[in-house]
């Protein structure tokens, strides 16, 4: 097991590579290295043209790991992601044809999952299994997937036609959601002078510090008042338990409690980044917005007055811990 100060000294330094080639994402890039140190999903929500795929690319490149596309479409089916069982014929004898297993793109250690909502929902929930178990069931039979596996999905929150939503068991199993901006001016200006074409970062010599660093992350410690506090947040979360008005005015449902081990992983991983050997509550309020937006069902009140998730959610974390 990567001990602290060299899982901490990596994922700075990956950080810092991952700034060089895309620009004006710095939190965005924080936190997506968060998801690999933890060794868990994430989703991507943003524009066309945020680099939301060549941030990906590039992560999985600086980490020495081959990676699959998968163009999320209507048609899309079970069986173009998982594989399936397909007949193999000889060349030299015709009549002879055997069944065999074809592995669909899904057993790769990078999944980027391109505008996963265009998908229907049967095709979306193939998915599921995968990202929890890191394993798929095909005709009757378990097949392990790669070590690592993650699956960083992309979605686009402008177009609604064509787009389906995806199920609340789907969107639990990422530990993120990162909602990508776009870039300041002074980054716009340095996208603007990019060639059309450039090199993806290479391997990383760290790379294995990264894909090994889960059980250093577990170990950052958290205070019995903070690790009350983290279960504090997600119960007010919840509108028919919650203290807190602003739950019970803008939220039909709440978080569960594999949001409150999400949180606290994700806490204990940004700290871990920072350089900090226990959790704050600036860690707490930093990644709540991230564990939860995709986690709290928003009700018809919060879209009238047009109440972010975010805006939501650091009230609740502002007034549960204060």
């Known amino acids: 097991m990567p001990d602290f100060q060299e899982t901490s000294h990596a994922s700075q330094k990956l950080v810092e590579l991952l700034n060089n080639k895309v620009f004006g ?25 945020v680099a939301k795929t060549t941030l990906v690319r590039n992560l999985a490149s600086a980490l020495g790991n081959k990676y699959k596309r998968i163009q999320f479409t209507p048609d899309l089916t079970p069986f173009d992601i998982l594989g399936g069982d397909t007949i193999q014929f000889d060349e030299k004898d015709p009549n002879f044809k055997k069944i065999v297993f074809t592995p669909g793109p899904i057993f790769s250690p990078f999944i980027i999952a391109d505008e996963i909502n265009r998908a ?75 060639p059309k074409k450039m090199e993806d970062l290479s391997m990383v010599p760290f790379a294995n510090t990264l894909l ?38 803008y939220l039909d449902f709440g978080a569960s409690p594999r949001a409150t081990q999400a949180l606290l992983i994700a806490s204990k991983a940004i700290a871990l980044l920072r350089g900090k050997t226990e959790v ?29 998730s975010s805006n939501i959610i650091n009230q609740i974390v502002q007034e549960t811990i204060l």
């Open 25 to 49: 994402q710095s939190e965005i890039i924080e936190h997506i290295v968060v998801a690999v140190i933890c060794n868990e999903h994430a989703l991507l929500t943003g524009a066309p043209g």
């Open 120 to 194: 229907s929902p049967r095709t979306q929930s193939a998915l599921l299994e995968a990202m929890q178990e890191r394993q798929v069931s095909i005709g009757g039979i378990s097949r392990a997937l790669p070590s690592p596996f993650y699956v960083f999905a992309t979605q686009n929150p402008i177009e609604n036609e064509g787009t389906f939503p995806l199920p609340e068991a789907q969107l639990d199993r990422f530990l993120l959601n990162l909602e990508i901006p776009y870039p300041d001016f002074e980054s716009e200006v340095k996208i603007a002078s990019l």
């Open 212 to 249: 090994n660093s889960r059980e250093t992350v577990e170990n950052i410690s958290i205070s019995k008042e903070l690790l009350n506090g983290v279960v504090r947040i997600i119960r007010n979360t919840r509108p028919q338990e919650s203290k807190l008005n602003v739950a019970k005015e």
């Open 280 to 308: 704050q509550f600036e860690h707490i309020a930093e990644m709540a917005p991230a564990v939860l937006r995709h986690r709290c069902i928003m009700n018809f009140r919060s879209h009238t007055e047009k109440r972010s």
